[in-house]
């Protein structure tokens, strides 16, 4: 149980420091647009003031520590579930999802707003704008359906 544990905390602290460390590395450098796959993906860096998809977006003081109280809600939820974690897919998907959110947190405490820097089309047709945390999120949240799917827990006789 203590494996899984440094498994699952493990790999969020290891996620949320590789975001940080992305993000101010990119800030630093000044990125600009760039297209990576033409008609896939692009970086196009912008702050994001919103949740998902620029929903709620918040440009007031109080909306921006609103959104910030939110998340540090869902984190310690999900920080909760990563300890309770029963097997290593579990623990590395919640390790991922809880990364993820820790790393969006981190930059809305320093910009009030998280750094999307990947910006997915198809051809003309937009998708979705996302960042390195976002990713994480993105890949944990598979494994853990994945896991409950595979991982009967045993029932008590």
Same mark, same amino acid.
């Given at each position: 149980?203590?494996?899984? !544990?440094? @498994?699952?905390? =493990? +790999? *969020?602290?290891?996620?949320? %420091?590789? #975001?940080?460390?992305?993000?101010?590395?990119? &800030?630093?450098?000044?990125?600009?647009? !760039?297209? @990576?796959?033409? =008609? +896939? *993906?692009?970086?196009?860096? %912008?702050? #994001?003031?919103?949740?998902?998809?620029?929903? &709620?977006?918040?440009?007031?003081?109080?909306?921006?520590?609103?959104?910030?109280?939110?998340?540090?809600?869902? %984190?310690?939820?999900?920080?909760?579930?990563?300890?309770?974690?029963?097997?290593?897919?579990?623990?590395?998907?919640?390790?991922?999802?809880?990364?993820?959110?820790?790393?969006?947190?981190?930059?809305?405490?320093?910009?009030?707003?998280?750094?999307?820097?990947?910006?997915?089309?198809?051809?003309?047709?937009?998708?979705?704008?996302?960042?390195?945390?976002?990713?994480?999120?993105?890949?944990?949240?598979?494994?853990?359906?994945?896991?409950?799917?595979?991982?009967?827990?045993?029932?008590?006789?």
């Amino acid at each position: 149980m203590i494996r899984l !544990r440094v @498994l699952a905390l =493990g +790999l *969020a602290a290891l996620i949320s %420091a590789a #975001n940080f460390v992305l993000v101010q590395w990119m &800030l630093g450098i000044g990125v600009t647009g !760039r297209r @990576l796959i033409p =008609g +896939l *993906a692009d970086f196009r860096p %912008a702050f #994001n003031r919103g949740v998902s998809f620029s929903l &709620l977006t918040q440009d007031s003081v109080t909306g921006c520590r609103l959104l910030i109280a939110l998340l540090m809600v869902i %984190a310690s939820g999900v920080a909760v579930m990563a300890w309770r974690a029963a097997t290593p897919l579990a623990s590395i998907g919640f390790g991922l999802v809880l990364g993820g959110a820790l790393g969006n947190l981190c930059d809305r405490l320093l910009h009030c707003a998280v750094f999307d820097f990947l910006s997915l089309h198809l051809g003309n047709l937009p998708l979705f704008d996302c960042n390195f945390a976002d990713i994480a999120i993105s890949a944990g949240v598979p494994l853990l359906v994945l896991d409950s799917l595979v991982h009967k827990p045993a029932v008590p006789p």
